[in-house]
């Protein structure tokens, strides 16, 4: 069995709310978590082309990498105290994505948490305001090509210093931007990083190409 001993309260709880909108947005959803000292990151892939990691501070040093159920560990995290047994590891081909790297990170620049969630909450406005004239009169498979389409022209746009709003708007709909602080925009190679108080997502890439 391979267990997770948090350093702080709360820590598993964090971590079973974290899984639990992992497998919100697909419950099928897998979680990758790996540990390296005295720290464990549980990474899940999400519907926004983008990772969502969620950090734990250990008080008992582990070395491993698994990926496990989300919504199993959520189950097994939920009330947790001490020790955190976690779900029967899976095969590793259910993990589609790369990890980033671990260190190397330099940081582009620091923005006001309170900025990037409005510059977020506008972009759902435009997306729900310009959806229903994109998908007017289309068949379904053309609406959702449609959609799909003004989602990039939405969320593709830049945040600043070259990452996209869809990374914000990826941080918001796992609940990462909430509390106090800044949000921290940080680059190594072509990954692009964006800390909120509540939790990180991570992405390969700059901003994508689109068509108005």
């Not at 005295?38 to 969502?52: I, N, Q, R, Y």
């Not at 830049?158 to 106090?180: I, K, M, N, T």
């Not at 800390?195 to 890439?205: E, I, K, M």
Request: a negative charge; proline letters at 7%; charged letters at 20%.
């Amino acid at each position: 069995m391979t267990y997770l001993a948090p350093a702080y309260p709360g820590a598993t709880a964090d971590l079973a709310t974290f899984a639990q909108r992992v497998a919100r947005f697909e419950p099928e959803a897998v979680a990758r978590i790996v540990a390296s000292g005295s720290v464990a990151g549980c990474f899940a892939e999400t519907p926004f082309d983008a990772l969502a990691l969620r950090a734990v501070a250990l008080a008992e040093p582990a070395e491993f990498d698994i990926v496990v159920e989300a919504s199993t560990l959520a189950a097994k995290a939920v009330g947790a105290g001490g020790k955190l047994e976690l779900p029967p590891a899976l095969p590793a081909l259910r993990w589609a994505s790369s990890l980033p790297p671990r260190s190397g990170w330099t940081e582009m620049g620091r923005l006001p948490l309170a900025d990037v969630t409005a510059k977020v909450e506008e972009g759902i406005a435009e997306f729900r305001r310009r959806a229903p004239e994109e998908t007017g009169g289309r068949d379904l498979r053309a609406g959702r090509a449609a959609l799909e389409g003004l989602a990039a022209q939405v969320w593709d746009v830049e945040l600043a210093h070259g990452v996209p709003l869809r990374l914000a708007h990826a941080s918001s709909s796992y609940g990462f931007l909430s509390g106090q602080g800044d949000v921290v925009l940080r680059s190594v190679g072509p990954w692009q990083r964006l800390d909120a108080p509540n939790g990180t997502v991570l992405a390969r890439g700059g901003l994508a190409l689109f068509a108005l």
